[in-house]
């Protein structure tokens, strides 16, 4: 008996050390990521196991488009042809749809849901097969309105012009679209008319050289701002410049600060949005940056043991970097120190980006 | 926004040139500039997205036309490549005729065993 209470008393504190949530922590929030199993699997950023799945009825999802609420995810599938509207608190899928009918198929190549979800605006390219052939149709910016589920108008291309992939951003209210190409287009959401236009071709300073707006993440920005690095190439001697810069499309502003000469660095927010993390992928090289915002300065860079294919995202409460994309792992790195913690399992590859959201 | 001020003659002539390279009109001729070089990142190999889309090069090449920037080991970025690149070479055609070829496997790296062998269907020929 001595023996046995001897045991337990042994073995007590290794089965609590192995239910003790790992430490630091990387916050409270729930993390989302769309599955090669056909799910969106939810992890808690507490203990990094899993917490959940949404199953998927239009299957492996080939990306998640937030809504400004951050209530719904709008998943486009791997076949490009069918919509799955979800519910973010109640895990449930609400709808589903698809614009393929009969022998037209109808690949959807991109999306912007408005910030109101009245309507989403598609890219998307037809196929429709004939007898001896397919028929490849003109690719279109149509309009799909959520109350009526079905495409009412397809949005004439500004100035005429036909694009293979478009930059689309809402302003908060969702009353003006901001098309992205040499210059800004503005346009109103009522009858898609140009309003106004924002020059970003033009430098805006002297000597500076036009800015290279590219995808720009704005998950841990205010609506209507973003925040991110910017490259732009003086004409002078066309040396190609990193910024660090914020953007405000109502006010149309650029807030730019070189940093250095532009490298391939991808950027993400910390939720505090005071300090902003690079990760620059080289075959063989890989670096995390540190950038102080509010100062607009790069703190540091560090290489590390990096991998090919990466993504990054700074945890809810700032303290660790969540490595993910191309695999069925997330490595959990200290954004203090960028050791490496540990890394996630997961039983299914990822094929989305990641999503850290609060509970409910 | 103005980060910087001319304080001598030859800042001044720069930024007089650099005020008129901007108000000229889009798509009028650019004048020849002094100390202009060449870009300094030359031009990557034609790929498009990194991704063998057509049986040239036959297969996935890394975005400096390589291989060496693959994803490693190679099932890690199967499905991705599988699904963004199509990968008509290497892989069965998950659009119309091998659908659930991964059905029984959603992590490559652990579970590549299980994918499916699609052969030609014999009935079809």
Redesign the interface.
């Given at each position: 008996m001595t023996r046995l209470v001897l045991l337990l008393l042994i073995l007590a504190p290794a089965g609590l050390s192995a239910q003790r949530p790992p430490t630091p922590s990387g916050g409270d929030h729930l993390l989302y990521i769309g599955t090669y199993a056909g799910s969106i699997q939810i992890f808690d950023e507490t203990t990094e196991k899993m917490a959940g799945e949404i199953k998927l009825n239009t299957g492996i999802p080939r990306s998640l488009t937030l809504s400004q609420s951050r209530s719904k995810f709008y998943v486009l599938d791997s076949t490009l042809e069918k919509i799955e509207i979800v519910d973010i608190p109640t895990r449930a899928s609400l709808s589903t749809f698809t614009l393929s009918e009969g022998n037209k198929q109808v690949r959807i190549r991109g999306l912007q849901v408005d910030p109101l979800e009245r309507f989403l605006i598609l890219l998307t390219r037809s196929a429709t097969k004939q007898i001896d052939r397919w028929e490849i149709g003109d690719i279109a910016l149509q309009l799909y309105d959520l109350a009526q589920n079905k495409v009412t108008r397809t949005i004439p291309w500004p100035k005429g012009e036909e694009r293979e992939n478009v930059n689309i951003r809402f302003s908060p209210d969702g009353k003006l679209l901001y098309f992205f190409g040499d210059d800004v287009l503005i346009l109103e959401t009522t009858n898609f008319t140009e309003v106004d236009t924002w020059p970003l071709s033009r430098p805006i300073e002297a000597g500076l050289g036009r800015v290279n707006f590219g995808a720009v993440e704005d998950f841990n920005e205010d609506p209507g701002f973003l925040t991110g690095l910017f490259t732009t190439q003086d004409p002078i001697q066309n040396r190609r410049i990193m910024n660090l810069g914020r953007v405000n499309l109502v006010a149309k502003t650029i807030d730019l600060t070189p940093i250095g000469p532009a490298e391939g660095v991808g950027f993400a927010l910390a939720p505090d949005r005071k300090r902003g993390y690079g990760l620059m992928q080289q075959i063989g090289r890989y670096e995390f940056w540190a950038f102080d915002v509010a100062q607009k300065k790069l703190l540091n860079r560090t290489a590390f043991e990096g991998r090919p294919r990466m993504a990054l995202r700074v945890s809810s409460n700032g303290r660790l970097l969540y490595i993910f994309q191309a695999g069925a792992t997330i490595d959990v790195y200290d954004a203090a120190s960028y050791k490496h913690l540990r890394t996630v399992e997961m039983n299914a590859d990822q094929t989305t980006n990641l999503f850290i959201l609060p509970r409910k | 926004?103005?980060?910087?001020t001319p304080i001598n003659h030859k800042a001044t002539r720069?930024?007089v040139v650099?005020?008129s390279?901007?108000a000229r009109p889009?798509g009028a001729a650019k004048d020849v500039?002094a100390?202009?070089?060449?870009?300094?990142?030359p031009e990557p190999p034609h790929i498009p997205n990194g991704c063998s889309l057509v049986f040239a090069p036959g297969w996935e090449a890394?975005r400096?036309g390589?291989t060496?920037?693959?994803?490693?080991p190679v099932e890690?970025?199967?499905?991705?490549c599988h699904?963004g690149c199509f990968w008509p070479a290497q892989v069965p055609d998950?659009?119309n005729h091998a659908p659930d070829w991964?059905a029984k496997c959603?992590?490559?790296?652990?579970d590549w065993r299980k994918i499916d062998l699609i052969f030609p269907d014999e009935k079809k020929k």
């Open positions: - | 926004m103005k980060h910087l720069i930024e650099t005020s390279e901007a889009e500039v100390l202009q070089g060449p870009p300094q990142q890394d400096n390589g060496a920037g693959l994803c490693q890690r970025d199967l499905f991705d699904m998950q659009l991964t959603a992590a490559a790296q652990k």
